[in-house]
């Protein structure tokens, strides 16, 4: 069956310390999402894709890095980890035939920076 | 500003209905989604409104009012297994979602 993974599912790591997220659909869907969500907060886009090279920040992206090479994977990178970003990232993805299509997530990966 | 309102959390009883309501102000308006999203896990999707009216899937039904700036999510003889926290998202003028912080359900026996 098609899905979409995350991992690690849970990471620890320490402030200023480089960290990639992995994310892996195997929909191929065009379209690739990252969240974060905080409590309190609703999911908040970091970054997205629709395609092959094509990446765009989302309303939280600062700190955030991301990069498509192919359709399957959108990794997410936070180039010097911070307090603030402990949080639980899910990536989701989407067929991209249309505008309104529907999104689908993966299980998360719940980051503590230390 | 973009803004999506949901209450924090809500409680009702097993075998009842419960009325989930989501009130918006977005730039732009392309269609409403419900996800729920049970403790620990990956949201869900439940259903898509984009024209007035209510659409019914199964114990879920999901209204829709773009004159109001406003969305239900109604869920008929609630089975334990429905707690959960319930998200609404719009999809504004640049289709891009903007998430209510969802709703948190407790479901009593």
């Known amino acids: 069956d098609a899905e979409i993974t995350q991992s690690p599912r849970h990471k620890i790591t320490e402030t200023g310390r480089q960290v990639t997220l992995a994310c892996h659909q195997t929909w191929n869907h065009n379209n690739m999402f990252w969240y974060r969500q905080d409590l309190g907060h609703g999911l908040r886009l970091i970054h997205y894709s629709y395609g092959v090279q094509d990446t765009n920040k989302g309303e939280v992206s600062d700190g955030y890095s991301v990069s498509r090479s192919n359709t399957e994977d959108l990794p997410l990178t936070l180039e010097s980890a911070a307090s603030s970003q402990t949080s639980v990232y899910f990536c989701a993805s989407s067929e991209g035939s249309q505008d309104t299509d529907t999104q689908y997530f993966g299980p998360g990966t719940r980051l503590t920076v230390l | 500003g973009q803004n999506i309102d949901q209450p924090t959390e809500m409680t009702a009883t097993e075998g009842a209905i419960v009325q989930i309501n989501c009130t918006y102000q977005?730039?732009?308006?392309?269609?409403l989604f419900w996800y729920q999203q049970h403790a620990g896990e990956a949201p869900t999707f439940l259903s898509y409104?984009?024209l007035d009216g209510l659409e019914e899937k199964g114990r879920f039904s999901s209204f829709l009012s773009r004159s109001k700036g406003y969305s239900y999510l109604l869920l008929k003889e609630l089975q334990m297994k429905d707690s959960a926290s319930y998200l609404c998202a719009v999809l504004d003028s640049n289709y891009q979602l903007i998430w209510g912080a969802g709703t948190k359900l407790i479901i009593k026996p």
């Open positions: 977005t730039s732009g308006f392309n269609g």
């Open positions: 409104n984009v």
